[in-house]
């Protein structure tokens, strides 16, 4: 687990613009093939892990480990055998 609580890390990303910031639950071993966004994304794990594929890299992404997407960014996603939780924080 990470230190920072969701209250913190709301009030970050709403001071940074994001105007919607929510929690995430995924399954074990959930596959999210290729996929856009129309918004922006900040993020950070909160529980067990994720594979993040995007612009022909992947990232093997743990608790505490944050990522970002712009907006239309095609991307996948895969979760670990535990599931993952993260919070996201979406500018639209």
Known sequence: ????????FESDARSAGYDEVLERHWGPNTVVPTH????????IVIAGEMWLTA???TRHLKPGDTFELNSEVPHDERYGDEGTTFWAARRH
Request: no cysteine.
């Open 55 to 57: 612009e022909g890299a």
């Open 1 to 8: 687990m990470t230190s920072i609580t969701f209250a913190a």
């Open 36 to 43: 856009t966004h129309p918004f922006s994304v900040k993020a």
